[in-house]
């Protein structure tokens, strides 16, 4: 394993500058990191487009369209429909780019008034889909471009897709929107690959049964099933509305949502939630439904109240690792069994800049403040571990779950390293006057969170949470990394020691 050299370090200022770095490398490090996320992220977006094929406002659209096209417009016309759907929905991915751009996006996915926003609008839509009220945009809009789509030729096409963008709008915005704002806190062409996959998966029936429309008659007529379908996603949509919620309020450090909050408003929202399939429930649009016939109801039932008794041990502490990354860390919970505790350190934290605000996860004694760590790890002698991370990150909640809380890490940690949590998103803790300055330049910065963000980029070339670099203390030489989302114990415990390896070996 060859150790990590460079001929200028990171740590390192020439005058007012910042030393250039041209790569960090790791032998340990996948560096396809990022592609794998993209991946995920398409995969996603095209199960949301796939559900919102099956809400009200587009499912009894599929066989009425298709129909049209093979009586006026054939195959051709078909396929061109489903391409301008894509690209609308593409276009939307680009105006997204293009305002949560790379260096944005992590302060506009962080900030509480499109957090708030979005908590608005999904209770406003839940609210909506269970029956109260209906939502729809101006008829001026879609009547607008309903008469352009009746013009013949390609022109014509495309305002049809985009009148049924338009039209399916008070359905499918809540799952597009879920997958914009999640796109929003990635890389520039997060968004992009949000939106397409959304978009292929919505306009796939259309160009398929155009080309078989035999498989029309197979498709199942609307009915019962499609309020089912919409209550049961007026109650995710509650859920995804508090999680939303969650991310400002351990950014701004409000308190509302603590973790057995949270908890306690998603078991009583998903035990409703298996009550209506049970049949114990009514909404105003739902007519006598013989519950007891249906099976794929009853074990939907069944599967969410599983879900339910699964979350009710967090009210204690569990850790729920399945769900983890959704929840707010642990170290806001009021009360936790000893025995799902994880034993503190010897060191308490109380001693470090920043603790009576900031809570190390999974039983860690570790530092908050760049400057503070470098300082413990010379003074003991050992490499630094920073740990770039997040209050509204899912990943890193994920990676503290399965890896950090895990034993061998935290004996390792605690006996050869010093570490530091890094929070790059948080707007409220102020920066005492002494470090408030960014090393070797004019730039200051008021909050914590700016410079953590600040000096990830600028020190480490990086903007991705969570990031864990070993550092040398002494000159801010990389010792390992940075590594990024990893759940695989053995290979954390790797990029350990290589770092903790480089670090003995230096002259």
Known sequence: EAEVTHDTLPGQWEGDTLASVAAVESADVPQEESGQSLGWLFLLAFGGGLLGLLTPCVFPMIPMTVS???????????????LSIVVIYLLVGILLSALFGQGAANAIS???????????????????????????????????????????GLLGTFFMALTLVLVSFSCTLPIAGAVALGA????????LVGMLGFSLAFALPFTLFAFFPGWLSGLPKSGGWMNTLKVSLAFVELAFAFKFLSVPDQVYHWHILDREVFLSIWIVLFGMLGAYLLGKLRFPLDGEMPVQRNAFRFTTAVAV???????????????????????PPMSTQDFVLSSYAAP??????SSHRYADRLKAPAGWSACFEYDEVLSEARAAGRPALLVFTGHGCVNCRLMEQAVLADTRVREKVRAQLT?????????????????????????????????NAWLEGSLFHQNAQPCHVLVDPSDGRVLAGPLFYETDVEKYLAFLESGIRNFQKKP
């Not at 609008?121 to 008829?139: D, T, V």
């Not at 890094?422 to 410079?451: I, M, N, S």
């Open 68 to 82: 049209y096209f093979m009586k006026h417009g054939g195959r051709k016309q078909a396929v061109f429909y489903g």
């Open 344 to 349: 503190l350190s010897e060191t308490e934290t």
């Open 184 to 191: 929003a806190g990635g890389s520039f062409l997060a968004p």
């Open 419 to 451: 570490p530091a949590f890094l929070y790059v998103d948080d707007k409220v803790l102020e920066l005492p006057e002494e470090a408030a300055a960014a090393p070797g330049t004019e730039q200051r910065f008021k909050w914590l969170g700016e410079k």
């Open 305 to 327: 109240w599983c879900f339910v008794v699964y979350l009710i041990p967090g009210l204690w502490g569990a850790p729920l690792q399945a769900v983890s990354g959704w929840l």
């Open 110 to 152: 962080t900030h509480w008034l499109p957090n708030v926003l979005f908590t608005l609008i999904f209770i406003a839509f839940a609210f909506s889909l269970l029956g109260y009220y209906e939502i729809n945009l101006p008829a001026s809009w879609i009547n607008g471009s309903d008469k352009k789509a009746e013009s013949a």
